[in-house]
């Protein structure tokens, strides 16, 4: 049986505060993003773009695909709920008021890293309690030529003489 790192709070915050790395190199209100630097005026180092936003696209197609199968879009709905619910109990009780409006974007990029932390967390503890292993569907070429034995035909039955007529 494998043996897995327990999971901690300092684990989760290194999922979280990658996924908000990833996420705020991908748009920031900031004006240092890869968005801002693609969509800008200057055409330079086109090549260092094409390159970046590869590498970007590699980490949302590695990450959204183990968190999709682990939690499934119901858990990705309940965890956006919580975030939500969250952030309005934080608006009810006033602790948001001083805050200034140019916050919530982050607030926003802050909670999408939440519900991807979450789905990466679930993804270890699947794997360290229950030992479930989440694949994708990636064998398909390996069955491709499998052709199911066929049965052995079944002989018809002997042809019996009609009943005698008394």
């Known amino acids: 049986m494998a043996h897995f ?3 901690t709070v300092g684990r ?4 979280w505060l990658l996924a908000l790395f990833v996420l705020s190199a991908t748009y920031n209100p900031s004006g240092l993003s890869y ?10 180092y086109l090549s260092l773009k094409v ?7 590699t980490a949302y197609g590695a990450v959204w695909p183990i968190i999709y199968t682990s939690i499934g ?7 956006t709920a919580f975030v939500v619910t969250g952030s309005l109990v934080l608006w009810d009780y006033g602790l948001l008021d001083g805050v200034r409006p140019s916050f919530y974007p982050y607030g926003l ?3 999408i890293a939440f519900v ?5 967390a679930f993804a270890h503890l699947q794997l360290q309690f229950w030992h479930i292993k989440s694949y994708r569907k990636v064998t398909v070429k390996r069955y491709a030529a499998y ?8 002989p018809a039955p002997a042809p019996t003489a009609p009943p005698p007529i008394l």
């Open 35 to 44: 968005y801002h630097w693609v969509t800008g005026r200057n055409s330079d």
């Open 12 to 15: 989760f915050t290194t999922r």
């Open 73 to 79: 879009p119901v858990g990705i709905f309940m965890s």
């Open 147 to 154: 052709v199911p034995p066929v049965p052995a035909p079944v």
């Open 116 to 120: 991807t932390s979450v789905g990466l």
């Open 109 to 111: 990029l802050a909670g």
């Open 51 to 57: 390159a970046c936003g590869l590498a970007l696209l």
């Open 5 to 7: 790192p327990p999971f």
